[in-house]
Each structure stands twice: as C-alpha cells, then as structure tokens.
C-alpha cells in the first residue's frame, strides 16, 4: 500500500487515526490501513502526559495584556505556584527560573516584576540576581544620590 506522506508523519508523530482523518480530511479508515501498513500500534486514546515538568509549566500559564504570564495551576500553601510530575511537587518558580537561565536557582526563585502570581521566566530571580540588584542599588545611589 502506498502511504501519504502527510499520513505518514503525523502518525510517527503519536496523532490518532480520528485526529489526522480530520486535520487531513481523509477517511479514517484509510489512516487505520495506513498505520497497519506501517506497522505502527494504535495511538493511545485519553489525555497525554506531559514529556518533561517545562511542557507541564507551559500548560499552566495565561498570558495578560501587559507582558506577564499568570500561574493557572495548583498554588502549594507554603511555597506558591506548583506542579506534581513523577510523583514530586515541584515549584513553578524554580521551573521558570530554570527555562529563563537555563540552571536550578540558588536559594529561592521570586518574582522580581512586583505581580502576584506571575511566573514569567524573565520575571523571576533567585538570591544571587536579588543580591546583584540590591548592588547595582546601592551604586546607583551612592552615584547619584538617590534610590531607584
């Protein structure tokens, strides 16, 4: 059986038979001959779980109007905004702070915007980065003579 390649993609991609027949408009049953020529098993039916705890983050964020991204998840009591993936919570902070600077965070990672409930990864900063503020603070001041 010749295979389309459109087909054939988006069936090594995970997609069901249902969602290429509509996203391609073609039978599903032709998808179903397709996958069986390919020798690819039945995609799993249901919710799909997310491959790492960032592609969670993502699923859990709203952006607003001016520039920040609002936690839509759980918020854990005791330590804010947080995500449960293989079994641990974990902070959507530090998630974050990990996806803007690409290293876990030393100390704990806050929201330096001023917005409650932000979790816009340029908008968090751990004690190092609030430490270098309060620096580049204080210089600025003894420069200028005022506070930021």
């Known amino acids: 059986m010749k295979v389309r390649a459109d087909v054939a993609e988006l069936l090594r991609a995970g997609h069901s038979d249902r969602a290429i027949a509509r996203q391609l408009h073609v039978d ?62 974990l902070s959507a902070y530090r998630i974050a702070f990990r996806i803007a600077n690409g290293r876990e965070p030393e100390g704990y990672a806050l929201p330096s915007c001023g917005r409650d409930g932000c979790v816009k990864p340029d908008h968090l900063a751990d004690r190092a980065s609030r430490a270098q503020a309060r620096k580049v603070d204080q210089l600025y001041a003894a420069i200028f003579g005022a506070s930021s």
């Open 28 to 89: 599903a049953k032709t998808v179903a001959a397709a996958r069986a020529a390919l020798g690819i098993p039945k995609a799993k039916s249901g919710y799909k779980a997310a491959a790492t705890a960032e592609d969670l983050f993502w699923r859990r964020t709203q952006p607003t109007d001016d520039g920040h991204l609002m936690w839509t998840g759980t918020r854990n009591r005791h330590s804010g905004p947080s995500i449960r993936y293989s079994g641990r919570n």
